[in-house]
Nanobody, 129 residues
């Protein structure tokens, strides 16, 4: 049985940092991509960052230079280090795993939900101004 569990959300002031964790059981990192998505109030869910089975990494434009995705295979955990947080980063952050494939369109990194078969319940990140 596959389980995806996020943790690390919370309330932080603008400019602050948080590290989200995503622990996955029942899957092997060699076979999957793991992505972080977020859904802000009143907005559609969007892909934020992902790391694929080859270790290739990508970020959506709005978080480049501020967020870093990494993984620890010994702990079956993927992290999202978020620095220089802004109020517009406020959202529920979801971790997802599967065989989804990110792509670049017109120079912009795109992470679709298609193929991401396993989802966590999300963790809330609130950035105050």
């Amino acid at each position: 049985q596959v389980q995806v569990v996020e943790s690390g959300g919370g309330l932080v002031q603008e400019g602050g940092s948080l590290r989200l964790s995503c622990t996955i059981s029942g899957l092997t990192f060699d076979d999957i991509a793991v992505g972080w998505f977020r859904q802000a109030p009143g907005k559609e869910r969007e892909g934020v960052a992902a790391i694929d089975s080859d270790g290739d990494i990508g970020y959506t434009d709005s978080v480049k230079g501020r967020f870093t995705i990494s993984q620890d295979n010994t702990k079956n955990t993927v992290y999202l280090q978020m620095n220089s947080l802004k109020p517009e980063d406020t959202a529920i952050y979801y971790c997802a795993a599967g065989t989804g494939v990110a792509y670049v369109r017109s120079g912009h990194y795109c992470l679709p939900e298609s193929g991401m078969d396993y989802w966590g319940k999300g963790t809330l990140v609130t950035v105050s101004s």
